[in-house]
Structures are given as structure tokens and as C-alpha cells.
């Protein structure tokens, strides 16, 4: 976990280099995956709403669910906007993170804002 100097930007990830690459500490956390989650805290049971919030690794969270996605009905992540550049190494912009949302999981954006 990268803890940096500047609010909203401590994360799993990396800053990028004009937004939030003052790193002050390293730290090593666990992790777990949705899929775990999901599966066996949950036991494969119907999820009506999931939010992530995760600092930029929202998406990556989202698809560590593999297939117990199905289980998820209707899910809410925040991405950066695509005229805005992401705090974070890697980050994608809103169109390209919903199309890869869309393809791999047949997710489709509703009240996008």
C-alpha cells in the first residue's frame, strides 16, 4: 500500500508521475479477491448491490470476481473521467473501463455520472 502526502491519494497502486507520485511510505497489506469474498464469505449467494471504492483499483477489484460476478446485480465503482488524467499508473478513463466492463462481463453503465 503506497501511502503518499497528498489526500485521496494513498493506494494499491502506483501515482502517476504528475498526481500523486509523492510516496512517503511503503506499506505491505493483505489482499484478498472478490472471487473469495463472493464465494466463501458470502457462499455464492445473490449480491443486490456492491460498492467499490478503492482508490484507483476499483476496476481491478471488480474483476477479481470472475465468474461469482453473476452473482452481483448491480454494482458501483468510481473511475476518472476521460478529459481528467487518473491519480494512478494505469488508471482507465471512464469509456475505456466501461467498454472493458461491457466485453468481458456484459456489464452496461446505468446512471453514469
Known sequence: FHVHAGDGCSSLLGGAPDSCADVVETRRVS??????????WLGGRRVDY??????GADLDILE?????????????????SD????????????????????SKFGLKAVGAK
Open 31 to 40: 489482499t484478498i479477491p472478490l472471487s473469495h469474498v463472493l464465494g466463501n
Open 83 to 102: 478529459d481528467a488524467r487518473g491519480k494512478y499508473d494505469g488508471e482507465l478513463g471512464c469509456t475505456d473501463a466501461l467498454e472493458r466492463l461491457e
Open 64 to 80: 477479481s470476481a470472475g465468474d461469482l460476478l453473476k452473482n452481483v446485480v448491480s454494482v458501483s465503482v468510481e473511475l476518472p
Open 50 to 55: 456492491l460498492k467499490i471504492d478503492a482508490q
